[in-house]
């Protein structure tokens, strides 16, 4: 069986903010009640993106020869309706 969640006074949310959330990023759920009522549940997020760092991109994107070539820079600016 799971143990239960973490719950937490509002008062000690508010002083233990950064640590309730590592908590929730390590998978965590935490309970905050006021008045001994349980009134929110801090979840993850589902499907949070793991960001790896700068660079994790490369050697896997391919840019065309003409990326950056003045009439690719006016279709640009002709869509977004910006005088050039």
């Given amino acids: 069986m799971s143990e239960p969640a973490a719950s937490y006074n509002i008062h000690e949310a508010k002083t233990q903010l ?3 959330v590592e908590r929730v990023e390590r998978g965590e759920e935490v309970i905050i009640s006021r008045a001994g009522t349980p009134v929110a549940r801090v979840v993850p997020l589902a499907g949070s993106p793991r960001r790896r760092g700068r660079g994790m991109l490369r050697g896997r994107l391919r840019l065309a020869e003409d990326w950056d ?16």
């Fill in 18 to 20: 950064s640590r309730i």
């Fill in 69 to 84: 070539s003045g009439s690719v820079n006016q279709a640009i600016a002709d869509d977004f309706g910006v005088d050039s």
